[in-house]
């Protein structure tokens, strides 16, 4: 061998050794940031998650909630932690890519690294029980013939909610208004007590309150099992079957082996019966949208919320 091979040889041989290998992760609990506050679909999901996640890796799923500014407060601060796979924060859509268009935030859709996406819940109208508005027509009609007095509660600005309520208006033929909230647990109180007229909000949300609120309208492919006297939008007459996706995301710094790694962790819990029972129980649609399959995925979706957010004045 010649004395120039040998070198490149022995030098990569010894870099090799001198680079540890990975230990097996995770060797300690893991820090779960949920961007929205207590009691949303966000949080619920990572609480069944994180059984799961301590009987099938024997580590602790840490939640912790830091809400503001529909989530961007949080996403805006999760290339500040480190690469370790210790620090990993949910991530919504659409609103990672609808936020940034605005300007007003401290991220870009690109600088959040989603590596897998979960579960999915379909937009839903709702209102309480007493409320004047039994179907989705009364509610038509009051909001062409007093707009002003029509509110929807939502979760946060530029989310899934707001992209909603947006689409709805254009649906309905009138305007009006949406007040935001820092989580859909947050907005059950103003609607509850009619504060607010209804809320833009979630499948989920009418099922865990179905003692106390009705749904008018969701947008699914077909009626929902548990649902099945609520019309779809399609059947209204809207080309709408949309709602939020929900997912995990980590710091740029975050090895490839790692990303991989965690996403087959979420992957993993997706699989488990009893969790997959509660989360069908709860309304959840689980997904499986990998972080080989990622890049793909995000460009497609990023695509189809153009429209929306040229509705909502984000975008020409």
Partial sequence: ????????????????????ARAAYPEKPVRMIIAFAPGGESDIGARL?????????????????KPGAGGALAWSQLNTFPGDGYTVMGTNLPHIALQPLEGNVQYKTDDITNVHMYQYTPDAIIVRNESPFKTYQDLVKAAKEGQDKVT?????????????????????????MYVPFKGTGDLVASVLGGHVSAAMSYNTLA???KSKMRMLAVASERRLPGFPDVPTFRELGGDWVDGAYRGVGVPKSTPEDLRRKISDIFSEINKDPEFRQKMADGGFEL?????????????????AYLEGAKLMGLAK
């Fill in 1 to 20: 061998m010649k004395r120039r091979e040998f070198l490149v040889v022995g030098g990569t041989l010894a870099a090799s050794i001198a680079l540890p």
């Fill in 49 to 65: 998650q994180q059984g799961v996640f301590r009987k099938k890796f024997g580590q602790e799923m840490v939640i912790e909630s």
């Fill in 152 to 176: 929807f509660a939502g979760s946060g600005t530029n989310s899934a909610n707001h992209l909603a309520h947006t689409r709805l208006n254009r649906l309905m033929g009138t305007r009006t």
């Fill in 207 to 209: 099922l865990s309150q």
């Fill in 287 to 303: 997904i499986d949208i990998t972080y080989d399959k990622m890049a793909a995925f995000m460009a497609e979706r990023t695509k």
